[in-house]
C-alpha cells in the first residue's frame, strides 16, 4: 500500500533553516509528481511546491518562493523540502503528497502523509 | 490568479440534513472538456483525504452522499445527508495552473 512518511520538523529559530524528508514506498515512486501543503496553527490549507516525476520542474507559492527548495532523489524513493530563511509565519504542519495520475501536475493528491511541525520561534 | 473563495465560512447542519459548500474561482478552470477542481475533508490530526476530482467523480471509498458539480467558475459540494463523522473542514482546490490554490476552507458542524 501507498505510504509517505514525513519526518525533519521541529523548532528553528527565525532566519534558521530545515530541512524535511518525505520517504515513499508502495508505488513506482519515480512515476509521480510529489508536493508539499502546509497548514498554519488554526488556517487554511496552503500549496507549498511541487516537483516533476524526474525532477527537472519545480514550482512554488509566492510565499516561499527564493527562501524553499523542493528535491527528490528517485533512487531513495524520497523528496525533500528545504527551508530557509524561516520565519515565525511559516510555523505550520508540513503535509507530503503524490498526485493521483502518473507524469501529471495536473492531477489532485489522492495520498498524503501524516505531517511533520514545524515550529519557528525564537 | 486562480483565487478560490468559498462560502459560507461555516455552517451547521441536523444529521440527517442536507449541507451545500460553494466554492467560485475567479478563473475559469475548465480545459479539454475537464474542470480542474478537486473537495478535500480535512479533520484535525488528520490528512487531507481527497472526496472528489474532476469537479464531481467520486473517489474510491468516498460514501455515495457526498456529491459535486459545477463547471468553469462555480463549484458545489453536496453533503446529501449528514453524519457524525463528516464534522470537518471542507476544502476546494484548483490544479489547473502550475501554482495550486485552495479555499479558505468550510468549517462543517452539527446543529
Given at each position: 500500500q501507498?505510504?509517505?512518511?514525513?519526518?525533519?520538523?521541529?523548532?528553528?529559530?527565525?532566519?534558521?533553516?530545515?530541512?524535511?524528508?518525505?520517504?515513499?514506498?508502495?508505488?513506482?515512486?519515480?512515476?509521480?509528481?510529489?508536493?508539499?501543503?502546509?497548514?498554519?496553527?488554526?488556517?487554511?490549507?496552503?500549496?507549498?511546491?511541487?516537483?516533476?516525476?524526474?525532477?527537472?520542474?519545480?514550482?512554488?507559492?509566492?510565499?516561499?518562493?527564493?527562501?524553499?527548495?523542493?528535491?527528490?532523489?528517485?533512487?531513495k524513493n524520497s523528496v525533500y523540502l528545504e527551508m530557509n530563511s524561516l520565519r515565525a509565519d511559516d510555523t505550520a504542519v508540513y503535509y507530503c503528497a503524490r498526485v493521483s495520475t502518473a507524469w501529471s501536475q495536473q492531477s489532485p493528491s489522492n495520498y498524503w502523509g501524516q505531517g511533520t511541525l514545524v515550529t519557528v520561534s525564537s | 490568479?486562480?483565487?478560490?473563495?468559498?462560502?459560507?465560512?461555516?455552517?451547521?447542519?441536523?444529521?440527517?440534513?442536507?449541507?451545500?459548500?460553494?466554492?467560485?474561482?475567479?478563473?475559469?478552470?475548465?480545459?479539454?472538456?475537464?474542470?480542474?477542481?478537486?473537495?478535500?475533508?480535512?479533520?484535525?490530526?488528520?490528512?487531507p483525504k481527497l472526496l472528489i476530482y474532476w469537479a464531481s467523480t467520486r473517489e474510491s471509498g468516498v460514501p455515495d452522499r457526498f456529491s459535486g458539480s459545477g463547471s468553469g467558475t462555480d463549484f458545489t459540494l453536496t453533503i446529501s445527508s449528514l453524519q457524525a463523522e463528516d464534522v470537518a473542514v471542507y476544502y476546494c482546490q484548483q490544479y489547473y495552473s502550475t501554482s495550486w490554490t485552495f479555499g479558505q476552507g468550510t468549517k462543517v458542524e452539527i446543529k
Amino acid at each position: 500500500q501507498v505510504q509517505l512518511v514525513e519526518s525533519g520538523g521541529g523548532l528553528v529559530k527565525p532566519s534558521g533553516s530545515l530541512r524535511l524528508s518525505c520517504a515513499a514506498s508502495g508505488f513506482i515512486f519515480s512515476e509521480y509528481y510529489m508536493s508539499w501543503t502546509r497548514q498554519a496553527p488554526g488556517k487554511g490549507l496552503e500549496w507549498v511546491a511541487f516537483i516533476s516525476s524526474s525532477g527537472s520542474t519545480v514550482y512554488y507559492a509566492g510565499s516561499v518562493e527564493g527562501r524553499f527548495t523542493i528535491s527528490r532523489d528517485n533512487a531513495k524513493n524520497s523528496v525533500y523540502l528545504e527551508m530557509n530563511s524561516l520565519r515565525a509565519d511559516d510555523t505550520a504542519v508540513y503535509y507530503c503528497a503524490r498526485v493521483s495520475t502518473a507524469w501529471s501536475q495536473q492531477s489532485p493528491s489522492n495520498y498524503w502523509g501524516q505531517g511533520t511541525l514545524v515550529t519557528v520561534s525564537s | 490568479d486562480f483565487v478560490m473563495t468559498q462560502s459560507p465560512e461555516s455552517l451547521a447542519v441536523s444529521l440527517g440534513e442536507r449541507a451545500t459548500i460553494n466554492c467560485k474561482s475567479r478563473q475559469s478552470v475548465f480545459f479539454n472538456n475537464k474542470n480542474y477542481l478537486a473537495w478535500y475533508q480535512k479533520k484535525p490530526g488528520q490528512p487531507p483525504k481527497l472526496l472528489i476530482y474532476w469537479a464531481s467523480t467520486r473517489e474510491s471509498g468516498v460514501p455515495d452522499r457526498f456529491s459535486g458539480s459545477g463547471s468553469g467558475t462555480d463549484f458545489t459540494l453536496t453533503i446529501s445527508s449528514l453524519q457524525a463523522e463528516d464534522v470537518a473542514v471542507y476544502y476546494c482546490q484548483q490544479y489547473y495552473s502550475t501554482s495550486w490554490t485552495f479555499g479558505q476552507g468550510t468549517k462543517v458542524e452539527i446543529k
